[in-house]
C-alpha cells in the first residue's frame, strides 16, 4: 500500500520506517529541510536503536521523505505524527496538529477518489472527530464518511526501542468510524501484524483509540507510583521494598513489569499524556482522584531524596554529586527528567551541585547552565560531599573505589542500583 505520514520526529520517522521494512510505499512528509535530505540521503535523523539500519535500507526505494504536501495525493492513507506538547495547565497543544490538518484538508481538495487521515499523535478523547475532522472537511470541501474518513491508531513505543516495539508489538488498536476506514487499517497492518505473529488486533471507535492511549500510560504512571508509595511505606519499617515488590510481581494479575521503585517517572511521555487526560477530565466534570494522587506520589520522590541527604549532611554549601541526568537510561533526553526538581531543590537548599551522565550533560546544560558538569562519575564523585543517584544507568552499578575519592562519602541511590560497600553510608530512596 501507498502510505504517507506526516511529521519526522521520534514518531514519524520510526513508523515511517518500519512500515517501509514491512512492504509498504511510505513517503514522509515534513517541514524540516535538514530532516527530509537526511531521510532521502538513508541517515535516521534521530538515534534509535534499528532506526538507522531501516532508514538505510529502503531510503530511495520504498522510503522517501519531501516537504511538499501534494505527495500525499498519491497515497491511501495518511498518519498524523505530529508533537502535541503540554500547555502550562497540562491541557494538550493542537496548534501543530491543527496546523498539520489544514495542510492536508487544502492539499485533499485535489484528491481523486477515497482517502483516510489517520491520527498517530496522542491526542485526547474526541480531537480526532472534533478538531481534526472537521479542520479536513473546511479545507478539503470533501464529505466525511464518504470521500474520506478518520481513523485513530494509537502508538506504545518506548524511547531507546521504539523500532522493536513497532515490529513487535503486544497489540495493535485500530479505532475508525465507518467499515471502509476499519479494511483500509486492517489491510495497512495485516503485514506488520503477520510477521510479529498475530499480536492482538483491537478494532475499536475513534475515541476509545485516543482513550487507550492514555489508559495506557495513566496505568504504568499510576503503577509506578503505587509502587513508589509501597516502597516509602516499607522504608519507614525498614523493609526490603525490593524484596516485596518481586514478590508481589510474581502475582500474575500483577506483573512484575513497572513496579522498579525509586525517584520516578519523567520523559516526554507519562507526565504530559497524565496531566492532559487529568485536564480533559476535569473539563468534562470529572475528578480523577487516582491520577492525580500518582502524580503527587511523583513529584515528592524527589523531595524525599533530599530529606533523606539532610539527615546525613547539611546540603547548604555541601558540594553534591547528580548521577544521571537522562529521564532513563539508554538515551540523552532530559524532557521531565526526575533530575531537573531534584537540582532544582538542591539549589535551593543552597548546595553546590555537579552533575554527571554519560549522555545527556549537553542537553541538561540547557536547564541548567551554570552548575558544574563532571566528564565520568568518578570526576563528580571526586571531593563530593553527597552523591544522588537519579538514572539507573549500569555503569553507576559498577561504581567501586570511585567513592573513596569523596570528601564525605553519602550516597543517596533515587534507583537502588548502586552496590552497597564498606566507606559509604549508603541510603537507598525506597
Ligand atoms: C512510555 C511508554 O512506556 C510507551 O509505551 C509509550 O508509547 C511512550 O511512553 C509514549 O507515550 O510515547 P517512554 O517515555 O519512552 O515510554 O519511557 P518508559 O520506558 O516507559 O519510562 C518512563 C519513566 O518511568 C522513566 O523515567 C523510567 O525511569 C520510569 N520507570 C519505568 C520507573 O521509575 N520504574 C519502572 O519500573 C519503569
Known sequence: MKLSIIGSGYVGTTIAACFAEVGHDVVNVDIDEDIVASVNDGDAPIHEPGLDELVEKHAGDRLRATTDYDAILDTDATFLALPTPSEDDGHIDLSIMEAGARSVGRTLADKDGYHLVVTKSTVVPTTTEEVIAPLLEDESGLELG???DIGMNPEFLREGSAVSDFLGPDKVVLGSQTDRAAALLRDVFDPLVERAGGP??????????EMIKYANNAFLAS?????NDLANICKEYGIDSEEVL??????????SAFLGAGVGWGGSCFPKDVAAIVAAARDAGYEATML???VEVNDRQPVRMLDILREHTDPSGARVAVLGLAFKPGTDDVRNSRAIPLIDALLDAGA??????????????????DIDYADSAADALAGADAALVVTDWDEFAALDDEF??????VVVDGRSIVSRRDGIVYESLV
Open 146 to 148: 464518504t470521500d474520506f
Open 200 to 209: 492482538p488486533v483491537v478494532e475499536t471507535g475513534v475515541r476509545e483509540a
Open 223 to 227: 503503577k509506578i507510583s503505587l509502587a
Open 246 to 255: 518481586d514478590a508481589v510481581g510474581l502475582d500474575s494479575r500483577i506483573g
Open 292 to 294: 492525580e494522587a500518582a
Open 352 to 369: 553546590d551541585v555537579v552533575g554527571y551522565d554519560p549522555v545527556a550533560t549537553e542537553n541538561m546544560r540547557e536547564h541548567f547552565p
Open 404 to 409: 573513596d575519592a569523596m570528601t564525605d562519602a
